[in-house]
C-alpha cells in the first residue's frame, strides 16, 4: 500500500510540474505567418531600410548574439561604418573588402575574415569566428536581404547608404510579422535546435561552437529535468568555465520545449 501510495505521489508531482512549465512557456498554436512579396520597384531606400531592420531582428537572428549580454558585438550601440574602416586597416584583417559596405557584407558572409578581438572560437587566437555565414542554412538569407540589412545599418548612424536598391519584378518573400498569425512550430528537435539557434554557442548538430558547453554528451552529464530547467532558466545554474550569456526563450512553445529536452537528453557522446 505505501508504495502505492508513492507512485501516485510521484504521478501528482510531475503532472504538476508539467503543468507548471506550461505556465512558463507558451502552447503555441494557428498558422504560419503570412508572407508578403515585395515589389522592387516600388522600394525606396527608406523601405529597404526598414525591410533591413525587421530582417536584422527577425529572420536573420542578429539580436540573437549581438546584443548587450557580451556574447558578439552589439552593432546597435555604435557606428559600424566608422568600426568597419578601423577594422579593414587592421592588421589581422584577411579580407577583400575596400569599403564599409564590402566589409559589412564579407562580415556576413566570411565572418572569420575578421574576428574581432575576444570573440573568436575558443582556442583560435581570434583567427575563427564562431558566426555562422547568414547565406547558409538555417538562416539563408538572399542576396537582396543581405543588402537590406547592410543599409539598415549603414542608415542607423546616420551615414550615407552605399547599397544599390535591387531590381526586378519581386524579391524573395519576406515573413511578415503579423500580430494576428501565430509562430511556425518546429516539427522535430532538431528544427527547434535550428529555429533557437542552439548551434550557433553550443556543439551539437554538426557544429563545434564552443562558445557554450557542448551538448554532444549533455545527456551523461544532466538528467531531463535538469536540462528543461537550463533552457527555461538559463542563469538558475552556469556551467563553469562559461560566461552567463545564455538568452531566454520566451517565444519556444512547451512542445518544442519538450523535443529538445527529449532530444538532447539521449545526446551521450557515444554516437558514432
Known amino acids: 500500500m505505501s508504495a502505492l501510495i508513492r507512485a501516485v505521489g510521484f504521478s501528482v508531482v510531475m503532472i504538476l510540474a508539467f503543468a507548471a512549465v506550461t505556465y512558463v512557456l507558451p502552447q503555441v498554436k494557428g498558422e504560419a505567418p503570412e508572407e508578403e512579396e515585395v515589389n522592387l520597384g516600388e522600394l525606396t531606400i527608406d523601405s529597404f531600410v526598414a525591410m533591413g531592420e525587421k530582417l536584422y531582428k527577425g529572420k536573420g537572428t542578429c539580436t540573437l548574439c549581438h546584443n548587450n549580454l557580451g556574447r558578439a558585438p552589439d552593432m546597435l550601440t555604435f557606428d559600424v561604418h566608422a568600426a568597419s574602416l578601423q577594422r579593414i586597416a587592421d592588421s589581422r584583417y584577411q579580407g577583400q573588402a575596400a569599403d564599409v559596405e564590402s566589409y559589412l557584407r564579407e562580415s556576413m558572409l566570411q565572418p572569420s575574415a575578421y574576428v574581432v578581438e575576444g570573440f573568436g572560437k575558443k582556442g583560435s587566437n581570434d583567427a575563427e569566428s564562431p558566426m555562422p555565414a547568414v547565406d547558409q542554412p538555417p538562416i539563408q538569407l538572399s542576396d537582396v536581404e543581405v543588402d537590406a540589412i547592410i543599409a539598415f545599418l549603414q542608415q542607423k548612424d546616420g551615414n550615407p547608404v552605399t547599397v544599390a536598391l535591387p531590381s526586378g519584378d519581386a524579391a524573395p518573400a519576406v515573413e511578415a510579422e503579423s500580430t494576428a498569425a501565430a509562430p511556425v512550430l518546429a516539427q522535430n528537435a532538431e528544427e527547434a535546435i535550428a529555429k533557437f539557434g542552439c548551434a550557433a554557442c553550443h556543439a551539437i548538430l554538426g557544429s563545434k561552437s564552443p562558445v557554450g558547453p557542448s551538448l554532444e554528451d549533455v545527456g551523461q552529464r544532466l538528467q531531463p529535468a535538469q536540462i528543461r530547467i537550463s533552457i527555461i532558466d538559463p542563469k538558475a545554474e552556469i556551467a563553469q568555465g ?25 545526446q551521450t557522446g557515444s554516437q558514432p
Not at 242 to 266: D, G, H, K, R, T
Open 242 to 266: 562559461f560566461p552567463p550569456i545564455m538568452p531566454e526563450f520566451p517565444n519556444m512553445a512547451v512542445a518544442e520545449l519538450e523535443m529538445v529536452v527529449q532530444y538532447l537528453s539521449q
